[in-house]
């Protein structure tokens, strides 16, 4: 899920976090009144009040577990929120009948707390993976893609060449573009093909589009025995390489969707 998705979530549960918090203090309030009665009084108006503070914290409990379905695919939080762990701590000052359900209403609460924590500490996690993303993309300076359904062969979503489906050149671009910066030996793509290559490595390569400076910034290394495919190609790899820049107008540049 993206962080704005989670802040949603986290903003929701938090929202109804506190809506069990107000919750939980009319239920004392509540009490509060009804120790002011009579000793008959009470003991009838405690049973009710029991059963009241069940029937009104169970519905906010659903609402909990509602938002927690609707909001999150990850099944562990439904388990948490549905399954909080146990606690041996009791209030002081209530009845045991009383103090119990207290209890059980504080444990809830928490728990949902501990879950918003998690939450957030995960959106934390997810925001600063999508900012090392976009730092890498801006950090991006040439991209080679392929498409096996068009055969588009795009530099920069720009068409450079275009292959025919399942001929030496589409299976030999195909293969670059799913195994790029690392070497690639000709054994490798006589297996894609099928058999012995009919063309020179250096011919498939330029026949894809690949010559002059593209030839030398994504194929630095070209020999009979195979050959190193670089892809992208970042900012930092062009200084450190000095390779040329590429003349998009020689090109021919193309406005091309993909």
């Known amino acids: 899920?993206?962080?704005?998705?989670?802040?949603?979530?986290?903003?929701?549960?938090?929202?109804?976090?506190?809506?069990?918090?107000?919750?939980?203090?009319?239920?004392?309030?509540?009490?509060?009144?009804?120790?002011?009665?009579?000793?008959?009084?009470?003991?009838?108006?405690?049973?009710?009040?029991?059963?009241?503070?069940?029937?009104?914290?169970?519905?906010?409990?659903?609402?909990?577990?509602?938002?927690?379905?609707?909001?999150?695919?990850?099944?562990?939080?439904?388990?948490?929120?549905?399954?909080?762990?146990?606690?041996?701590?009791?209030?002081?000052?209530?009845?045991?009948?009383?103090?119990?359900?207290?209890?059980?209403?504080e444990n809830y609460l928490q728990n949902l707390n501990s879950i918003i924590n998690q939450l957030r500490e995960e959106r934390n996690m997810v925001l600063r993976a999508e900012i090392a993303e976009r730092e890498y993309g801006l950090s991006i300076l040439y991209k080679i893609t392929f498409s096996d359904h068009t055969h588009l062969v795009k530099l920069n979503h720009i068409v450079i060449a275009k292959t025919d489906g399942f001929s030496e050149n589409d299976n030999c671009m195909a293969y670059f573009i799913t195994n790029p910066n690392r070497y690639i030996n000709v054994e490798e793509l006589e297996k894609v093909c099928g058999g012995t290559l009919t063309k020179r490595i250096t011919d498939i390569i330029r026949d894809l589009g690949f010559t002059r400076e593209l030839k030398t910034i994504f194929f630095p290394d070209v020999s009979k025995n195979g050959l190193y495919f670089v892809n992208p190609i970042t900012q930092q790899y062009s200084i450190e390489h000095e390779l040329p820049q590429i003349n998009f107008k020689k090109l021919g540049r193309q406005n091309v969707v993909q």
Do not use: C
């Open 1 to 105: 899920m993206e962080s704005l998705g989670l802040d949603s979530i986290i903003n929701q549960l938090s929202n109804h976090l506190l809506e069990g918090y107000k919750l939980q203090k009319i239920f004392k309030l509540e009490y509060e009144d009804i120790k002011n009665m009579s000793l008959f009084m009470m003991i009838r108006t405690l049973m009710k009040f029991r059963g009241s503070v069940f029937v009104r914290f169970d519905a906010w409990q659903s609402k909990s577990v509602e938002i927690v379905k609707s909001g999150l695919s990850d099944t562990n939080y439904l388990f948490e929120i549905q399954h909080p762990k146990g606690t041996n701590m009791v209030p002081l000052g209530y009845p045991f009948f009383i103090a119990s359900i207290f209890a059980e209403v």
